[in-house]
DNA sequence: TATTGTTATACTCTATAACTATA
DNA sequence: TATAGTTATAGAGTATAACAATA
């Protein structure tokens, strides 16, 4: 039998394995939702920023990509008729997309088939969850998802 | 004064929205991580499964890909002396990937910066941090990281 | 003059299918 | 016959640079 030793790794280090474990399956996750509503992942992280109408430009920004991909990107967006390009009365130089009814209900089965990793999380009592939440915020300086 | 309310909010919502900005955080690091190493990002998640040698084969399933994709991911880490191709004495119809030195040491200059996020942990007591790993722990079914 | 978005170019990733050499 | 790896092909993402329209 083997006797399983009391570890000498810091916690740290095993907590960094826990979260390893975490980011690859949450990875895996994405990567096959995306693919099974046959969407390249690039399309996919796109659809998740559109919460809300964006320009081109904070697309760009947002996706950590040049400005030129994003036209590419949304032009095959667009084929697919789930957003579409319009006008900022504000400044004419500005294009917002903009989710179709089609995209929203896109955009929405690609965040249920994101939920369930959260799953992982049902184990855990109530108690348990406020724990887990109160050591991530204070792990966690104060700084926007994105 | 702005006196934040007890949320109504479900713990488990709570820590998902921790979790994710978790997880955006690390993505970025590693998309800048192997920017910054002139990788591409499938080039970079290659290094890192090359802890030791493998078979094209097996780099392709752990990569998800297809075989084909990991001739060509090879062929541009070897032109760069990273990896070679190895024979495999037991059966001549594999080849192995090996990390030359320069690999090695560009496998570890990716680590090196994939480590920080961890710095993010180091806000919390011993106590604290064995606390997250019991609770991941426990949030974890058994299941290979990978 | 600076900014938004596009186009052109070149390179990489990716899947599929056809091929080879081994088993 | 099946498997490991390659090649050919086509579609998509990405960065860079040059450009038009607008500010």
Do not use: W, Y
């Not at 006797?3 to 895996?28: C, H, M, W």
């Not at 690039?42 to 430009?57: F, V, W």
């Not at 348990?128 to 994105?146: K, M, V």
């Amino acid at each position: 039998m083997v006797t399983r030793q009391p570890t000498i790794e810091s916690p740290a280090v095993e907590v960094q394995e826990l979260l390893r474990t975490l980011f690859g399956r949450q990875r895996r996750r994405f990567l096959i939702a995306a693919a099974e509503l046959d969407l390249h992942p690039a399309q996919a992280g796109t659809l998740l920023q559109l919460s809300s109408p964006l320009p081109m430009n904070e697309l760009a920004s947002r996706l950590g990509c040049d400005n030129s991909n994003v036209t590419g990107l949304i032009d095959r967006l667009e084929a697919r008729k789930v957003v579409t390009r319009q006008p900022e009365s504000h400044d004419r130089r500005i294009k917002l997309v903009v989710l179709t009814a089609a995209g929203h209900r896109l955009r929405r089965e690609l965040l249920d088939r994101l939920r369930q990793p959260l799953d992982d999380l049902a184990g855990l009592s109530e108690a348990e969850q406020r724990q887990l939440r109160d050591l991530l915020r204070r792990a966690l300086p104060d700084e926007p998802a994105h």
